[in-house]
């Protein structure tokens, strides 16, 4: 008797749901007697996130540029998988559209650990600089193309910072605090390397580990500290802003592919208006979460520039370690050149 696997249950759930999809769409015609469909977008994270935006946004635009020929049904909140299941669903053909952040991807794209990088960005203008650069962006591409996929658009919900339930002033006050992390090799690394001590927990398990103080702190991007409610049970919030909190829009390559040349144009016009729409909601939904984080009763701690430096200087074993995980100088330094020289931080 076989065994069913996570995998075998996730799949079955995602044709479940495309039968449903077309089921809904059967016999359904535009005006012209052409025939529309729905194609599946998922999410890992809540609807009312950067994330969930971004996958509306792209939805509405594929509908509004067909004139309603396409249609785009999105799954929020982990209905069809959490963010692996989703990776290994565009890899196989069987979702096409994905929204999700790069960490999780870099155990199956091993060069994408350049956006692990730590420390490099001060503001989201200059990591949009460089996102924006063609010729970096394609050869970003070509890392997801390898992997079957292909990328439509990266966007991000500003960047990631750390609550605690002990107060931080100085590096120093990193030294022991046990910090629930991803499992990203490379972010655990980077708290190792600053003195803490990280712990990853199941993404579910987080909010009442950090009320029982199984760990003393976490890291998330403002909107997932606000729609957990993780001020609840911290009391400062640092902004560490040590990473962008990427937000990848990924097809499957040879879906994108066999497309018709201007069904391709559409997602691609979609895609765009999508990338910058999550991009503008980043910014303007910052001030409001951080409004309710203080009105909720933690604290907001900055880091220095100083502080942030020394982070930086902290990390130089592990920038080596990215460089060399990337495999290509041009891209690393296109990338982090603003803060490293090649041989020591500046």
């Known amino acids: 008797m076989k065994t069913i696997t996570r995998r075998s249950i996730s799949t079955l759930l995602i044709i479940a749901i495309l039968c449903m999809s077309l089921a809904f769409l059967t016999g359904c015609s535009s005006g012209e007697g052409k025939q529309t469909y729905a194609w599946v977008m998922a999410t890992a994270s809540p609807e009312d996130?950067?994330?969930?935006?971004?996958?509306?946004?792209?939805?509405?635009?594929v509908e509004a540029l067909s004139g309603g020929a396409l249609k785009v049904q999105v799954y929020h909140n982990s209905t069809m998988g959490g963010d692996t299941e989703l990776l290994e669903s565009v890899q196989?053909?069987?979702?096409?559209?994905?929204?999700?952040?790069?960490?999780?991807?870099?155990?199956?794209?091993?060069?994408?650990?350049?956006?692990?990088?730590?420390?490099?960005?001060?503001?989201?203008?200059d990591l949009h600089t460089v996102l924006d650069d063609e010729v970096f962006m394609s050869k970003?591409?070509?890392i997801y193309e390898n992997g079957g996929i292909r990328l439509l658009g990266m966007a991000d919900q500003n960047f990631r910072v750390m609550t605690s339930a002990k107060e931080i002033a100085s590096l120093d006050d990193f030294k022991g605090i046990k910090i629930r992390t991803m499992e990203n090799n490379y972010h655990m690394q980077f708290w190792s390397a600053v003195g803490a001590n990280p712990?990853?927990?199941?993404?579910?398990?987080?909010?009442?580990?950090?009320?029982?103080?199984?760990?003393?702190?976490?890291?998330?991007?403002?909107?997932?500290?606000?729609?957990?409610?993780?001020?609840?049970?911290?009391?400062y919030v640092v902004e560490t802003?040590?990473?962008?909190?990427?937000?990848?829009?990924?097809?499957?390559?040879?879906?994108?592919?066999?497309?018709?040349?201007?069904?391709?144009?559409?997602?691609?016009?979609?895609?765009?208006?999508?990338?910058?729409?999550?991009?503008?909601q980043a910014v303007a939904r910052a001030d409001s979460r951080i409004e309710e984080i203080i009105a909720g009763g933690s604290s907001i701690v900055p880091v220095s520039d100083d502080m942030r430096t020394q982070m930086r200087q902290r990390s130089v074993d592990l920038y080596q370690q990215i460089r060399k995980a990337v495999s290509d100088d041009e891209l690393f330094f296109a990338y982090c050149g603003r803060v490293f020289n090649g041989e020591t931080m500046q």
């Open 49 to 61: 996130t950067v994330t969930g935006l971004y996958a509306n946004k792209f939805a509405e635009q």
């Open 92 to 125: 196989c053909g069987d979702i096409p559209f994905v929204v999700q952040n790069t960490a999780p991807e870099v155990s199956y794209l091993p060069r994408l650990a350049l956006f692990d990088l730590p420390c490099v960005f001060s503001n989201l203008d």
């Open 140 to 142: 970003i591409n070509g």
């Open 199 to 235: 712990s990853p927990m199941a993404f579910a398990e987080l909010y009442v580990g950090l009320e029982q103080h199984t760990v003393d702190a976490q890291e998330n991007p403002y909107e997932v500290i606000v729609s957990n409610r993780f001020y609840e049970v911290q009391d």
């Open 241 to 280: 802003n040590h990473l962008p909190h990427l937000l990848a829009l990924i097809t499957n390559n040879d879906f994108y592919n066999n497309l018709p040349e201007d069904q391709r144009s559409i997602i691609d016009e979609a895609s765009r208006i999508a990338k910058d729409f999550a991009r503008e």
